[in-house]
């Protein structure tokens, strides 16, 4: 890519997409971003300067970066033969490392980074119910968040409610937000691992609440409120 191929304003989904090549890069040379930082600045070709603290919040999503450092950013990882994503259809693009940079402090994201790995896989609802209920997680490339589908087979198999969003852990919790694919109608999540709790459980187990609560009942009651306990227990790992 030539230099004069850079927008002179960098949209939402390019800004995305360059944070996570960045986050990508630093996690495959396990590399923090001090060094990312020097890096950076050693590859422009204008020989600019951006503060230490200004690539911070890039990498955390917490501010709107200058258009200075997106651009160095750009040419760092042009550098590197690093081409960014293509742009997919997704509704989720972006939205996932925007929640975990918004709910989960920048030193937890560093703690954690290796966190994911064991919760990815398919599960299902302890004990099975009816209708059957499929939850599949799965870890984000760069980001220490993963993402969540969710299907309840009401009449197989023609008949399928489906669920999509994200998942962020905070200390010991795991936050959930997905929306209905049909209606946008929300479901959230609060899970733990159950060997929180259990030092003697042995299997893969999230247990908590999660809650549905359609927008046109958002004045219901606190009683006619959908908050339900729930365990989802892992019956296979993803591929």
């Known amino acids: ?56 919040r890039l990498i955390r999503s917490t501010h709107h970066s ?8 750009f040419l760092f ?22 929640l975990e940079g918004f709910l989960v402090p920048a030193d937890e994201q560093e ?19 009816i209708p059957p209920v499929a939850i599949l997680i799965q870890t984000t490339e760069g980001t220490n968040a993963v993402r969540v589908s969710e299907e309840h087979i009401i009449m197989a198999p023609d008949v399928v409610t489906r669920f999509e969003g994200v998942m962020v852990k905070r200390e010991r919790w795991l936050f959930g ?11 959230v999540y609060w899970l733990i691992k159950a060997s929180e709790l259990n030092a003697d459980e042995d299997r893969m187990k999230l247990t908590g609440h999660v809650q ?3 927008f046109r009942i958002a004045r219901a009651a606190a009683k006619d409120r959908l908050v339900q306990e729930i365990t989802i227990v892992k019956t296979e790992v993803s591929s």
């Open 1 to 56: 890519m030539a230099e004069d191929s850079i927008a002179s304003a960098f949209d939402t989904k390019t800004r995305a997409k360059i944070r996570a090549a960045l986050k990508s890069y630093m996690k495959a040379h396990r590399i923090g971003v001090p060094t990312l930082h020097d890096r950076v600045l050693k590859a422009d070709p204008k020989k600019r300067i951006v503060s230490m603290p200004s690539m911070q």
């Open 77 to 98: 990882l042009e550098a590197e033969g690093i081409e960014l994503p293509a742009d997919p259809d997704d509704p989720l693009a972006g939205f996932t490392e925007a």
């Open 111 to 129: 703690a954690e980074k290796f966190y994911w790995g064991e919760l990815d896989g398919r599960y299902q609802i302890d004990p099975a119910g």
């Open 212 to 214: 549905e609560q359609p």
């Open 66 to 73: 200058s258009e200075m450092l997106m651009e160095m950013s």
């Open 177 to 187: 937000l997905l929306r209905n694919r049909l209606t946008y109608e929300p479901r």
